[in-house]
């Protein structure tokens, strides 16, 4: 079974910059769309962007849009989240997700990380 590990996460002041990163254990990840969701405290988990298995096709919150920059790598199996002018409603724990199929909209997953955790001061 395939497995997602995030790190990259931590704390930064408002207008700062963080990049995530998600490792995925099998190669076969190389060819599902692979996504990125936030959860804040006390709040359900929102979709922040996705992108499709050749990094061709991505889609973003409105939230998030011109801020947040999704990307990946296949040769290395790895999926990136750059962060710019980051807000304090940006906190949140951020999971990355793997799934067989690009749809935009899509919100259950194949597969799933443990998340980490972005701190924004104000």
């Known amino acids: 079974q395939a497995q997602l590990v995030e790190s990259g996460g931590g704390l930064v002041q408002a207008g700062g910059s963080l990049r995530l990163s998600c490792a995925a254990s099998?190669?076969?990840?190389?060819?599902?769309?692979m996504g990125w969701f936030r959860q804040a405290p006390g709040k359900e988990r929102e979709f922040v962007a996705q992108i499709n298995w050749n990094g061709g096709s991505t889609h973003y919150a409105d939230s998030v849009k011109g801020r947040f920059t999704i990307s990946r790598d296949n040769a290395k199996n790895m999926l990136y989240l750059q962060m710019n002018s980051l807000k304090p409603e940006d906190t949140a724990d951020y999971y990355c997700a793997a799934d067989r199929a690009y749809v935009v909209g899509l919100r259950n997953y194949d597969y799933w990380g443990q998340g980490t955790q972005v701190t924004v001061s104000s």
């Open positions: 099998a190669r076969t990840l190389s060819s599902y769309a």
